[in-house]
């Protein structure tokens, strides 16, 4: 699930300021296929370096659609001019064979935005290091996320 900064992503201040996913706070992750979880804060800073967006085709966008949870209410303030992000992921069969392919780890609202509203969409796209750089968890891969710091104990 994605999710973006009110003041980074959505056009209307006001709707953005009663929608539930504009609210949240902290670092975002991007999980795919519960297999796979992306840094999507770690990967918005490899993007502004100032490289170009491409147009994704729409078949693309449409496949990228399928199975992401969507919520209407912020659908329709999100602002489909901002790019999203595509990273490259990998998974090695049980034969050993390594598939290779790209997801929409960042700006799914708005590319159903592009898609409901006749618009091109856009995205940034991550090299195949900077994608495994973001890659938190994989198939056969210990988790990279640190862990959150514990309470110290108080002397009593």
């Excluded at 967006?53 to 693309?60: D, H, I, Q, Y």
């Amino acid at each position: 699930m994605t999710t973006t900064t009110a003041e980074s992503s959505c056009v209307s201040a006001v709707e953005a300021s009663v929608c539930p996913r504009c609210a949240r706070k902290g670092r975002e992750y991007f999980w795919y296929l519960h297999l796979y979880e992306f840094d999507v804060d770690r990967a918005r800073e490899f993007t502004s370096d100032g490289r170009e967006p491409v147009e994704v085709e729409e078949e693309s966008v449409r496949l990228s659609m399928v199975g992401c949870e969507m919520d209407d209410f912020h659908l329709d303030h999100v602002n489909p001019s901002i790019p999203g992000i595509i990273a490259h992921v990998f998974y090695t069969t049980e034969q050993g064979e390594q598939i290779h392919g790209h997801v929409l780890i960042d700006g799914n609202h708005r590319a159903g935005r592009c898609l409901r509203d006749g618009l091109p969409y856009f995205a940034y796209i991550l090299t195949e290091e900077e994608s495994r750089a973001i890659l938190l968890l994989s198939p056969g891969m210990p988790s990279k996320r640190k862990p959150k710091p514990q309470a110290e104990a108080v002397a009593s």
